[in-house]
């Protein structure tokens, strides 16, 4: 079994100053690393023999400070002898590579060996995991800054006794030791975080001889909870209870304190002091929102779980696209822009942000892998529209919360009935392994009942 503990430490002012150079060296690594994997590339597959292809100027030790053997050294190694005795040269990639040139880059910066092998060791490895993520069909690995770069991991030489933990070339430190790490378990890793109000570090445990949560299989699934997510109420479930959304950053009081203090910071002269004191403090209201958040999320997971029910039903939504911005329009005559909704989509943009879907969904599956439960995600297309006595779908089913029927005029309320369709879609695919439902598909029909726009 693997788990992460996350505790707040306790630096001195030396130890403090030391974790920030460190944090600012490996971003420079981490950029230095990217950029060589890129100019190697460009030089190898764009350019081909070419340094520069203005110039026409052919690629040799003189001219060109790429090497055209591998990103950083030669791709081709003799580590293994076959049965035979013959050397077995295996190729290598361009993190080990990297991670082979690492005391040559100590040795050219000297300041680079103030900082943990395993530390420099695991910021190849990100890279490396940024590439396995852009393979995997994501986004392309970038440059980082100081805003999106504030971690570093270490991986030997961890101890803790009592409320002190031991971390190499930095020595005992103090921390806020909230919770007993169970007897059994190993520490495997340490990230050590800077976050707005400190420096926390998330220690990375395990013990083999406990297995990992299992979730049941579906075909023992008998009851299953519908949930349906939405603003006005943050959870509709189907057992008609709702769950409330506080709203932690879209409230009135939050929303003032936040734009007094963005003022604040506007009217103070760019670089100054004072104007780093005052983002220190709204970044410091903008982890305590987060914080809020993430406390009531985990408890209206637990709410959710202890539900006597075998499984969990979730819309699986596509959140990154329902923040997408809305499309340009142009006039063809005049080709002028015209209004496309995007200042009245900012405000709807911001809830759905404030709500957290992807983290409360999470925060489920992950409750609910640990009590054996299934979490089934389910397609929530015209769940809210859909009406559950006919199976009549029309977008003016709809009027705000209310649902009716305009082809048999069932009356209910429509998140709610949302949440009892998600169920026995999710019922549909227990039992035949389909997300479509079992009732007769019906044929979407226009109405003149003209719907009612609501804030």
Same mark, same amino acid.
């Given at each position: 079994?693997?788990?992460?503990?996350?505790? &707040?430490?306790? !630096?001195?002012?030396?130890?403090?100053?030391?974790?920030?150079?460190?944090?600012?060296?490996?971003?420079?690594?981490?950029?230095?690393?990217?950029?060589?994997?890129?100019?190697?590339?460009?030089?190898?597959?764009?350019?081909? *023999?070419?340094?520069?292809?203005?110039?026409?100027?052919? /690629?040799?030790?003189l001219t060109c400070f790429v090497s055209k053997n591998g990103?950083?050294? *030669? %791709?081709?190694? *003799?580590? &293994?002898? $076959?049965?035979?005795?013959?050397?077995?040269? !295996?190729?290598?990639?361009?993190?080990?590579?990297? @991670? /082979?040139?690492?005391?040559?880059?100590?040795?050219?910066? !000297?300041w680079f060996a103030g900082i943990d092998s395993t530390a420099l060791q695991q910021n190849i490895k990100r890279l490396d995991k940024?590439?396995?993520?852009?393979? @995997?069909?994501?986004?392309? %690995?970038?440059?980082?800054?100081?805003?999106?770069?504030?971690?570093?991991?270490?991986?030997?030489?961890?101890?803790?006794?009592?409320?002190?933990?031991?971390? !190499?070339?930095?020595?005992?430190?103090?921390?806020?030791?909230?919770?007993?790490?169970?007897?059994?378990?190993?520490?495997?890793?340490?990230?050590?975080?800077?976050?707005q109000d400190g420096w926390y570090i998330s220690l990375r445990i395990e013990d083999k001889t406990i297995p990992d949560y299992v979730s049941s299989p579906l075909t023992n699934v008998k009851s299953i909870l519908g949930c349906d997510l939405g603003l006005t109420k943050l959870v509709h479930l189907s057992d008609n209870s709702q769950i409330d959304n506080p709203r932690f950053a879209t409230n009135k009081k939050t929303r003032r304190t936040l734009k007094l203090r963005q003022r604040r910071i506007s009217r103070k002269v760019k670089g100054s002091v004072n104007r780093k004191k005052e983002t220190k403090k709204i970044g410091r209201l903008h982890k305590k929102i987060a914080d809020k958040r993430q406390a009531r999320e985990w408890k209206v997971a637990n709410k959710i779980i202890s539900r006597n029910v075998d499984a969990i039903a979730i819309e699986d939504l596509n959140v990154s696209g329902m923040m997408r911005r809305c499309k340009v329009k142009v006039d063809s005559t005049t080709g002028r822009f015209l209004s496309n909704g995007q200042s009245r989509k900012k405000a709807l943009n911001r809830s759905i942000s404030d709500a957290s879907w992807s983290d409360l969904t999470l925060k489920i599956e992950y409750l609910a892998a640990k009590q054996?439960?299934?979490?089934?995600?389910?397609?929530?297309?015209?769940?809210?529209?859909?009406?559950?006595?006919?199976?009549?779908? $029309? &977008?003016?089913?709809? $009027?705000? *919360?209310?649902?009716?029927?305009?082809?048999?005029?069932?009356?209910t309320h429509a998140d709610i009935g949302a949440a009892k369709t998600i169920r026995d879609r999710a019922f549909d695919m227990v039992r035949g392994d389909s997300a479509k439902p079992k009732r007769p598909k019906q044929r979407k029909e226009k109405s003149t009942r003209t719907p009612v726009q609501t804030c």
């Open positions: 079994m693997l788990t992460n503990y996350v505790y &707040k430490l306790r !630096p001195n002012a030396t130890q403090s100053t030391k974790m920030s150079n460190w944090v600012d060296m490996l971003r420079s690594h981490y950029n230095w690393c990217l950029n060589d994997r890129l100019t190697q590339y460009a030089q190898q597959f764009i350019m081909g *023999e070419y340094c520069d292809i203005r110039t026409k100027a052919e /690629a040799c030790p990103a950083t050294g *030669e %791709p081709w190694k *003799e580590s &293994k002898i $076959d049965k035979k005795g013959n050397p077995v040269n !295996p190729r290598r990639n361009a993190g080990m590579i990297q @991670d /082979a040139a690492l005391p040559e880059l100590k040795k050219a910066r !000297p940024a590439y396995e993520n852009f393979f @995997d069909g994501r986004g392309f %690995p970038k440059f980082k800054n100081r805003s999106n770069f504030t971690s570093f991991t270490m991986t030997m030489g961890i101890k803790i006794q009592k409320n002190k933990i031991y971390l !190499p070339k930095l020595g005992w430190m103090r921390f806020y030791h909230s919770r007993q790490i169970p007897d059994g378990f190993t520490i495997k890793a340490a990230t050590i975080r800077k976050r054996g439960k299934v979490v089934i995600k389910v397609n929530p297309k015209h769940s809210s529209q859909e009406c559950r006595n006919c199976g009549h779908v $029309d &977008k003016s089913n709809r $009027d705000g *919360e209310k649902f009716i029927c305009v082809k048999c005029g069932h009356m």
